[in-house]
């Protein structure tokens, strides 16, 4: 490919070409999505295992051009690979934040936590605390109710950075979750000294969960690795009535997925 000009690269083949082009667009589009305000959140119920209605997660939906959803598996890539995440997810933590202190005034809602994704990206950023701090401090949301998602992915590289960043939120009164628990490669003295309160079970283990003795036994040693370290544990794509009740079964505090609500707008979510 030979360079011509800002934004535009010359492919001698017109399906590399194509495939460029519709790429840059998008890129632009998300970009201008952000401006646009075409992003919003969903957010999907977190339920104890007696039942009861303890908070949500929020996931982020974009509205590309105002037209039809993009999922967030095709955008959240590009977001972090040209940076974008890190507006997106200042975003995402001021509107959950805000979303919060909605709910404080409402009965059924006012003692639900909020958890929230974050990249490694904002993770990495030297002023990562603040930002979240400002988005406590801007909308006035309880601390003790937000709950950041990290990956085991963000474990690798500068772990005391990691722990000095979470020891310090953790002080505002914030919760940490580990979240995709499972699929990554975190060792047992890292987990140790992270400040969590909670680890949540990939989905990916519970899907085959009643079918799969393999699963099932990544299962339990999850919930025993998590009871041993003090943590609570919580399930994601909980799809049937069999599957909650195999990980209540096996010591699950709590759970998340189909069976109890799929991610929605705030004003469609239920009571506790
Ligand atoms: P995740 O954090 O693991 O979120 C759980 C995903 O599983 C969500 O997909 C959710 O809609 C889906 N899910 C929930 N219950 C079920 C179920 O019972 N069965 C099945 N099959 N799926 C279920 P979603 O909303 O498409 O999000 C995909 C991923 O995008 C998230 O995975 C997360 O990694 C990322 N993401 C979403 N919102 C944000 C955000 O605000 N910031 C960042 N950094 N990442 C986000
Ligand atoms: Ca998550
Ligand atoms: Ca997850
Ligand atoms: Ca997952």
């Keep these: 490919a030979k360079s011509a000009g800002r934004n535009t690269m010359r492919f001698f083949d017109p399906t590399l070409q194509a495939i460029a082009n519709a790429f840059i667009a998008f890129e632009l589009d998300l970009r201008q999505g952000l401006e646009r305000q075409e992003f919003e959140l969903h957010y999907q119920i977190q339920v104890d295992d007696a039942g009861v209605n303890t908070g949500v997660e929020a996931l982020l939906r974009w509205r590309r051009g105002g037209k039809e959803m993009v999922p967030p598996a095709q955008f959240i890539p590009i977001a972090e690979a040209n940076g974008l995440i890190l507006p997106l997810g200042q975003w995402v933590l001021e509107t ?21 994704n974050v990249s490694a990206l904002q ?16 909308t006035g949301a309880n601390p003790a109710l937000l709950k950041l998602e990290l990956t085991e992915s963000m474990l690798v590289g500068d772990i005391e950075d990691v722990v000095a ?12 979750s580990l979240d995709d628990f499972g699929t990554g490669y975190s060792s047992l003295s890292i987990l140790k000294r992270l400040p969590l309160q909670q680890l949540k079970i990939d989905q990916s283990f519970v899907r085959d969960i009643l079918i799969d003795p393999n699963d099932a ?22 799809e049937s009535a069999e599957q909650r009740d195999f990980l209540a079964g096996i010591g699950c505090d709590a759970f998340q997925g189909y069976f109890f609500g799929r991610p929605i707008a705030a004003g469609e979510l239920p009571k506790d």
């Design 165 to 176: 960043k979470m020891k310090a939120i953790k002080a505002y009164g914030v919760a940490f």
């Design 96 to 116: 959950a934040c805000a979303q919060l202190m909605r709910w404080a005034e409402e009965p059924g809602r006012a003692h639900w936590t909020m958890a929230v």
């Design 217 to 238: 036994v990544i299962a339990r040693t999850i919930v025993a690795l998590a009871h041993n370290l003090d943590l609570r544990v919580i399930a994601e794509g909980v």
């Design 123 to 138: 993770l990495a950023q030297s002023d990562f605390v603040e930002r979240v701090g400002r988005a406590l401090g801007k």
